[in-house]
């Protein structure tokens, strides 16, 4: 067989290639999730039912909030944190998937940038976060959410919640990498989400939680997250203290990523 | 620049903290623009020796170039003169045939333009063109490893690792491949590839090494192997255990390889085909020994091993300790 042209490289820069290894990976996983259907289903059906289910639901009086607006502006800032955790159990289940077909073993045999399978996987969970956010705001805007800190502060609020479901997908990477499989990937998540997303003040307030659970419900990272979400939403400062809770949400995240980013990284090396 | 396009000195390669050896030092000698040919059965560590030369995983002890690269201390240099085709077909199933390409071309660093170019020519090369924009999930399996062929020639890399290229595949689909990898030698790859087959290894091979449990039992060109081995196997079922005893004694030296008895069935390795056949059978009439079957066949690799060796492929195997991880995983 004789292949007419000659192998033309392309001239970049060591860090130009790290970047554009990145984007090719993450292109290509962004391309599955609109391809799968489950995947698409997952994505983005889901957190549509949780806002429907949580508003008319439970949140039909069942919930009491000291919240203007009542309980659908308690729900929506909780229900963005909530979604873009769950997101990142598609982190663990894409990078098991790959590993179980062989495709990191052949991205492994090419002269592309190490790192750039996992970052390539948590940007396009980044890139696939933005998507959900943007449609539950526009459903959360329907069902009458309606945010009183403004637009800065909205976007602030999104950023953070971006921020911090970015530094965690890192961890959901590590099960990923770690799992025998994608279903047990998944499995594995399961008793991490739960507790992180409803052991918390996402869908009710703690204080209406018993007593044990409390502290953990109060202090975790996820709770930390979405009071700062809340806090720059509802825009009636309704409990002054929370104004800290965006530091606290940006030092959990930092945090996180830098523990769980070399734990994944270490992961990585040794699996695949 | 080294005589050789891969160069491996004792390998020796472990896992699970030295439990399991998957390769006992191995040494390997590819000459520059030819098939050679690593024969052997699960287990043996044909994939381990594999993914060693690919830099996928390193050796334990022992060294080894490619392209006169060291695949431990460049293997940057050596990922981007090899290519490297499995019998996982390693493609991804959400994309189509062309994204595959591009999506390797673009990792290999190669320029868009020319990664176009690329991709519609090994289409085109591989009968993949009608499906090049659909998703691989729809593809044969034949399809699969074509295009899994064609993800490792985007590059134009001069060295190739062809692991068990066509396990798996239907006959006409093997053919096919057999006949691309046949016009990529011509023009002046180097393949090593890695077979459980006999036939494959004889078809495309000048030579070969036999593995066996992490260690070379045999080496030399097809030819030399085969004319150690004999070149047929005469397979004469008797009717009784009795015949076969008394046949055997009949026909022994029609073969000056020993006979290999399992119940009423005899088997013989002979030179001379028909013509021993009929030998034997001129033999057996005499004496009245009545056949229940009679089969001349071109011997399988179990026939090698049980030549080589004195036990057959699946004996004492533990393919599973040998195996990786990913190994396992990608099978499950």
Not at chain 2, 188 to 216: F, M, N, P, S
Not at chain 2, 292 to 315: A, I, M, Q, Y
Request: hydrophobic share 45%; charged share 20%.
């Amino acid at each position: 067989m004789t292949i007419a042209t000659e192998t033309v490289y392309a001239d970049k820069s060591g860090l130009g290639w790290a970047v554009s290894d990145v984007l090719t990976i993450a292109r290509r996983n962004m391309l599955a999730i609109i391809r799968i259907p489950t995947a698409l289903v997952f994505t983005i059906l889901q957190p549509i039912m949780f806002v429907l289910l949580f508003r008319y639901v439970f949140g039909s009086g069942a919930i009491a909030t000291n919240i203007p607006g009542g309980y659908v502006n308690y729900l929506l800032p909780g229900i963005i944190v909530q979604t873009t955790i769950f997101g990142a159990v598609g982190t663990a289940i894409g990078l098991a998937e790959d590993l179980q077909r062989g495709l990191i073993e052949r991205f492994r045999a090419l002269p592309m940038a190490r790192m750039a399978v996992l970052a390539g996987r948590t940007v396009s969970d980044l890139g696939r976060n933005v998507l959900v956010l943007i449609i539950i705001s526009l459903v959360g805007f329907a069902v009458g959410f309606r945010p009183h800190g403004g637009v800065v502060d909205y976007l602030f609020a999104v950023l953070i919640t971006l921020l911090f479901a970015y530094c965690l997908s890192w961890g959901f990477a590590y099960i990923g990498l770690a799992a025998p499989n994608s279903e047990a990937a998944q499995a594995m998540t399961f008793p991490l989400i739960f507790p992180l997303t409803f052991v918390s003040g996402i869908f009710v307030p703690v204080s209406s939680m018993p007593g044990w659970l409390q502290g953990f419900a109060t202090y975790q990272p996820v709770s930390e997250v979405t009071k700062a979400v809340r806090y720059l939403m509802d825009g009636s400062r309704a409990i002054p203290t929370h104004g800290n809770s965006i530091w606290v949400a940006i030092i959990w995240s930092v945090g996180l990523i830098a523990i769980l980013g070399p734990l994944a990284t270490a992961k990585y090396k040794k699996v695949a | 620049m080294s005589d050789f396009a891969v160069e491996a000195n004792d390998i020796v390669r472990t896992f699970n903290d030295g439990d399991v050896q998957a390769l006992k030092g191995v040494s390997l000698h590819v000459p520059r623009g030819e098939v050679f040919g690593l024969l052997g059965p699960n287990g043996s560590g044909k994939t381990t020796m594999v993914r060693i030369l690919s830099t996928i995983l390193s050796p334990t002890s022992g060294t080894a170039t490619v392209d006169g690269f060291d695949v431990v201390k460049h293997p940057d240099k050596v990922r981007r003169r090899i290519g490297l085709a499995g019998q996982y077909a390693t493609v991804d199933e959400n994309l189509t045939g062309f994204e595959n390409l591009r999506m390797i071309g673009s990792l290999n660093h190669l320029q868009k333009s020319f990664v176009l170019i690329r991709a519609k020519e090994l289409l085109e090369e591989f009968g993949l063109t009608d499906a090049a924009h659909r998703n691989v999930k729809t593809y044969s399996g034949g399809m699969r490893r074509r295009l899994d062929l064609a993800a490792a020639l985007v590059a134009g890399p001069p060295i190739l690792f062809l692991d068990e290229p066509t396990s798996g595949l239907d006959p006409q689909s093997r053919q096919d491949l057999w006949t691309i990898i046949e016009g990529l030698v011509e023009g002046g790859t180097t393949v090593l590839l890695t077979t459980q087959y006999l036939e494959e290894a004889d078809r495309l091979c000048k030579q070969l090494v036999v593995l066996d449990k992490g260690t070379i039992i045999a080496q030399g060109t097809s030819q030399e192997l085969k004319t150690r081995l004999g070149a047929t196997v005469l397979s004469l079922s008797f009717h009784t255990t009795g015949d076969a005893a008394r046949g055997i004694e009949l026909i022994r030296d029609v073969s000056t390889k020993p006979a290999n008895v399992e119940g009423t069935v005899v088997e013989l390795t002979v030179e001379g085909g028909p013509a021993s056949a009929a030998e034997a059978l001129r033999r057996l009439d005499a004496a009245d020994i009545a056949l229940s079957g009679l089969t001349l066949r071109e011997p399988s690799l179990d026939d090698v091993f049980l030549s080589l060796t004195g036990h057959k492929t699946g004996d004492e195997l533990a393919p599973s300790d040998a195996e990786t991880r990913s190994e396992r995983r990608a099978r499950a």
